[in-house]
């Protein structure tokens, strides 16, 4: 079995903003994109253009209904990928030592090599977030684009995971989070981020920031009023010379 380091340099994670991600999935078009060029072996396609598709993605996108005790229905997207936990269960059940956590970053990463695919480590973990590869017969997982985050000969902007570059709505924010000083666990320690399932005892290292409460209406609101008021008294600018012109004729 596989040992966990005793502690390590720096702690590198994700937190994602549950209040910003608008769920358009290109976080999961990026990695899925970056990470079949980029991992020993391509994520897998079967079948995608049939009637039974299937394939490995390393990140996905759930979207839930919930109703706050106060307040609307609001609709909740919740990305989830590999946690890279403190504790990783995945790591420790490991019989063959494929599955490791990096000691100078706290990466949990997969040698491909020595993965046999039996699946111990996706039984292990507690949010699902270990993919078998079906075609390759390994199993594969969220690196943190480990390949990025180093490569000198990218410029610095691109130097985050894929799916931190990508996304639109700036809900996914990377560093360190063991440096109580980066912005990362200043954004933490402002909007009260949360571990997934804490009640499980790993420790996932990436965090969520939770969705504010929505702002409430309790007046009549008339649907047209935006373009039944006036935007103003007398017409100004081009609108007001050519008022003035035409008033002329």
């Known amino acids: 079995m596989t040992q966990l380091p005793e502690r390590t340099d720096r702690t ?18 990026a990695c899925k994109g970056w990470n079949t060029q980029s991992q020993p072996s391509p994520l897998s396609d079967t079948d995608p ?20 005790e ?37 990466i949990v990463l997969v040698n491909e090599s020595d993965c046999i695919g039996c699946g111990l480590c996706a039984w292990a973990c507690p949010y699902g ?28 902007e691109d130097r985050v ?14 560093g360190d989070l063991s440096d109580p000083d980066s912005p990362v666990s200043l954004l933490v320690a402002e909007r009260g981020g949360f571990d997934l399932m804490p009640e499980q005892g790993t420790r996932p290292v990436n965090k969520y920031l939770p969705p504010r409460p929505r702002d409430t209406w309790e007046e009549e609101t008339d649907v047209l009023a935006p373009w039944l008021a006036p935007v103003a008294e007398e017409p100004r600018g081009f609108l007001g010379w050519l008022d003035r012109a035409l008033d002329k004729l």
């Open 12 to 29: 590198l994670g994700l937190v994602i903003d549950l209040d910003t991600c608008v769920g358009c999935h290109a976080c999961v078009v």
């Open 49 to 68: 253009y049939g009637a039974d598709p299937s394939g490995t993605f390393l990140n996905r996108v759930h979207s839930y209904e919930v109703t706050p």
């Open 70 to 106: 106060a307040g609307a229905a609001q609709l909740v997207h919740f990305p989830k990928s590999c946690l890279h936990c403190e504790d990783a269960p995945c790591v420790t059940v490991c019989p063959t030592g494929a599955s490791f956590k990096r000691t100078e970053d706290g």
């Open 129 to 156: 977030a270990r993919e078998l590869d079906a075609a390759e017969g390994v199993m594969k997982k969220c690196t943190l684009c480990v390949d990025r985050i180093y490569n000198e000969n990218l410029p610095e």
């Open 161 to 174: 995971p894929a799916c931190v570059r990508t996304c639109p709505a700036g809900a996914r924010h990377f």
